[in-house]
């Protein structure tokens, strides 16, 4: 064992880099030669790459994005192009690649392993935290605590108009950012994938106003936090809607990126660390086809065929403890 790649694909996530740097030093440690390799699976198809040494990685652990940049590779969909990618492997003599990403990176390395003979092992990198095998993704804890204070300033002014506000948040098809986020801001709605579904919608919509006539009285806000990808019609489809059937104007705030960025919370700098050093300590201990997570405090090792295949339910106390704080203001 010589010489290990790493890069970084999919949506980028908070504190990538952190583990970015962990595995260089680690690398550094076991005196083995570090790759990178740029721009997700692209630079491993068109062979874009760099040696990777301590000082490249100085102030990385502080900082938001990935030095490595990232994207969503369409060739990794085709054969030819997960053929090339193992060429690139080949010819520079890698011993084994470490890719750090969501469900679609996972995906990609796991069809690397059909085709190349040496380790691979995946780290949950996404501010979705819609991957089994570790109770927190890379970047979640990041994501949660940026839209949680956006959400707080949107209360202030909300309050102070008396005003419905719908809050439109990320996680591909996932709720965790919408639960997480809607609980810790007290949201009197949260709809997401867990609690609502599209035939719902003019249900969902009557109970709204109905909330909404309570704040009236209280003279207070009424937020709504929105997960993404779910609304029929979408986020301004629901504003639309509370509008026709309850002659109720809102405003719509959809926080989009600004939750992929920032510089990471200590909680996903640490995860970051403890997986990165976990993750070359998983190859030398043979370990292969992995993805390297924590679980109830423990780092293990889950194949990555599972994490693909096993859906990560939101917590049902999330659920049940929006559903209490609904109830009551419905009443
Ligand atoms: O997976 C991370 C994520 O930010 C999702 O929450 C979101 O749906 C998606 O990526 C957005 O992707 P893009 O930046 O390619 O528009």
């Given at each position: 064992?010589?010489?290990?790649?790493?890069?970084?694909s999919?949506?980028?996530?908070?504190?990538?880099?952190?583990?970015?740097?962990?595995?260089?030093?680690?690398?550094?440690?076991?005196?083995?030669?570090?790759?990178?390799?740029?721009?997700?699976?692209?630079?491993?198809?068109?062979?874009?790459?760099?040696?990777?040494?301590?000082?490249?990685?100085?102030?990385?652990?502080?900082?938001?994005g990935?030095?490595?940049?990232?994207?969503?590779?369409?060739?990794?969909?085709?054969?030819?192009?997960?053929?090339?990618?193992?060429?690139?492997?080949?010819?520079?003599?890698?011993?084994?690649?470490?890719?750090?990403?969501?469900?679609?990176?996972?995906?990609?390395?796991?069809?690397?392993?059909?085709?190349?003979?040496?380790?691979?092992?995946?780290?949950?990198?996404?501010?979705?935290?819609?991957?089994?095998?570790?109770?927190?993704?890379?970047?979640?804890?990041?994501?949660?605590?940026?839209?949680?204070?956006?959400?707080?300033?949107?209360?202030?002014?909300?309050?102070a108009?008396?005003?419905?506000f719908?809050?439109?948040?990320?996680?591909?098809?996932?709720?965790?950012?919408?639960?997480?986020?809607?609980?810790?801001?007290?949201?009197?709605?949260?709809?997401?994938?867990?609690?609502?579904?599209?035939?719902?919608?003019?249900?969902?919509?009557a109970?709204?106003?109905?909330?909404?006539?309570?704040?009236?009285?209280?003279?207070?806000?009424?937020?709504?936090?929105?997960?993404?990808?779910?609304?029929?019609?979408?986020?301004?489809?629901?504003?639309?809607?509370?509008?026709?059937?309850?002659?109720v104007?809102?405003?719509?705030?959809?926080?989009?990126?600004?939750?992929?960025?920032g510089?990471?919370?200590?909680?996903?700098?640490?995860?970051?660390?403890?997986?990165?050093?976990?993750?070359?300590?998983?190859?030398?201990?043979?370990?292969?086809?992995?993805?390297?997570?924590?679980?109830?405090g423990?780092?293990?090792?889950?194949?990555?065929?599972?994490?693909?295949?096993?859906?990560?339910?939101?917590?049902?106390h999330?659920?049940?403890?929006?559903?209490?704080?609904?109830?009551?203001?419905?009443?």
């Amino acid at each position: 064992m010589k010489k290990v790649a790493v890069l970084t694909s999919g949506g980028d996530s908070p504190a990538m880099n952190a583990a970015i740097r962990a595995i260089v030093l680690s690398c550094h440690y076991h005196q083995l030669q570090c790759t990178g390799f740029y721009h997700g699976y692209n630079g491993l198809i068109n062979d874009q790459h760099v040696d990777m040494h301590q000082f490249d990685i100085n102030s990385a652990l502080q900082q938001g994005g990935t030095i490595l940049k990232s994207a969503r590779c369409q060739a990794m969909l085709t054969e030819e192009g997960v053929m090339q990618a193992c060429n690139t492997l080949r010819k520079h003599d890698i011993d084994a690649l470490i890719v750090i990403g969501g469900d679609g990176s996972l995906k990609g390395l796991k069809e690397i392993k059909q085709h190349w003979e040496k380790p691979v092992i995946g780290l949950p990198g996404t501010i979705d935290n819609d991957l089994s095998g570790t109770d927190s993704t890379i970047g979640f804890a990041t994501a949660v605590t940026t839209a949680t204070h956006a959400i707080d300033k949107i209360r202030d002014t909300a309050n102070a108009f008396e005003r419905i506000f719908i809050v439109e948040v990320m996680g591909r098809h996932s709720g965790h950012i919408a639960f997480n986020v809607g609980i810790a801001t007290g949201a009197e709605a949260i709809i997401s994938f867990e609690n609502f579904t599209p035939d719902q919608a003019s249900s969902k919509v009557a109970e709204i106003l109905k909330g909404v006539e309570k704040q009236k009285r209280t003279h207070g806000s009424f937020l709504i936090v929105l997960a993404e990808n779910l609304w029929p019609g979408g986020a301004h489809a629901l504003k639309a809607s509370l509008s026709e059937q309850g002659q109720v104007d809102s405003a719509l705030c959809i926080l989009g990126h600004i939750q992929r960025g920032g510089s990471p919370v200590p909680e996903d700098r640490n995860l970051a660390t403890e997986l990165g050093i976990a993750s070359i300590e998983a190859i030398l201990d043979g370990q292969d086809n992995v993805m390297i997570g924590k679980l109830s405090g423990t780092v293990v090792a889950t194949a990555l065929e599972d994490v693909i295949n096993t859906p990560k339910p939101v917590s049902s106390h999330w659920v049940k403890a929006h559903q209490r704080q609904l109830t009551h203001y419905l009443k």
